[in-house]
């Protein structure tokens, strides 16, 4: 455990630079001006509502489009945080010196794993604070808001584990950007597959719908389930980029 936090520490380190929190701050502008707007529509909207008799959900229309822009930000942010973590090791030819260590390989990609999961969950956690304001200004489910932010940070783990996966196959930061990206992607472009002819789901491809899964955690609070399928996403492709770690080490 202290080699695993030894590598994390350093790879930590090597994000604190002034790109990265000019794109902290660059995030930070968007998630505020698209919160109000969303908000000032909400307000808007809920009035008109109150006038018939209706109440408006907090969740469907507030919470649901809001955390989907998160997640289209974060779609591409993993892939930009994590691509360099092998492929820079790889291009420098510093990667043989981590090999050379008392390291394994699993202690190397959890390190450097954990490392990016730390900095995006301060990325997630700040794009949170404008949802947790309305605690204090609305009557809305906390419950429900803490367990969309739980999802929110679990999606963006999986796409850290694919993103680090991607890094570990090639020295090309663009080509290991692409690979990630796109296998990212395929991951919602399954709800294509999700209704047959019939409008019925198709189960597979429901189930393994990222969707799915954080609409569930922001409408009911997670479950056995979504919380098995999330976190087999993030173990598959952890394995898969150790074993390709390992497939290095012996070429």
């Known amino acids: 455990m202290n080699n695993i936090w030894l590598v994390c520490k350093k790879e930590v380190q090597s994000f604190l ?45 507030l919470m649901v489009p809001y955390f989907s822009s998160i997640n289209f930000v974060l779609l591409i942010a993993c892939p930009l945080i994590s691509i360099r973590l092998f492929a820079d090791e790889y291009r420098f030819h510093t990667f043989e010196l981590l090999l050379s260590s008392p390291l394994t390989s699993w202690q190397i990609v959890l390190g ?22 309305a605690l204090y200004l609305l009557q809305v489910p906390t419950l429900q808001v803490i367990f969309g932010i739980i999802g929110l940070l679990l999606i963006s783990y999986i796409y850290l584990a694919i993103s680090l996966f991607a890094s570990s196959l090639t020295s090309s930061v663009v080509l290991a950007g692409v690979i990630s990206i796109v296998l990212c992607l395929f991951l919602w472009v ?61 070429k």
Not at 24 to 47: P, R, T
Request: aromatic fraction near 18%.
């Open 17 to 61: 630079k002034p790109s990265f929190f000019i794109v902290v701050a660059l995030c930070s502008i968007y998630f505020g001006i698209y919160y109000y707007s969303i908000l000032l529509e909400y307000a808007s909207v809920s009035n008109e509502a109150q006038k018939g008799s209706h109440v408006l959900s907090f969740i469907d229309n």
């Open 112 to 133: 450097k794993y954990l490392s990016a999961c730390i900095v995006v969950s301060g990325i997630v956690l700040l794009a949170s604070l404008y949802v947790l304001t």
């Open 190 to 250: 399954l709800t294509i597959f999700r209704v047959d002819s019939d409008g019925a789901y198709i189960s597979w491809a429901h189930n393994m719908w990222l969707g799915t899964h954080l609409i569930a955690f922001l409408k009911g609070g997670p479950d056995i389930k979504s919380i098995s399928i999330l976190s087999s996403y993030v173990f598959f492709f952890l394995f898969l980029c150790q074993q390709s770690v390992e497939m290095y080490r012996w």
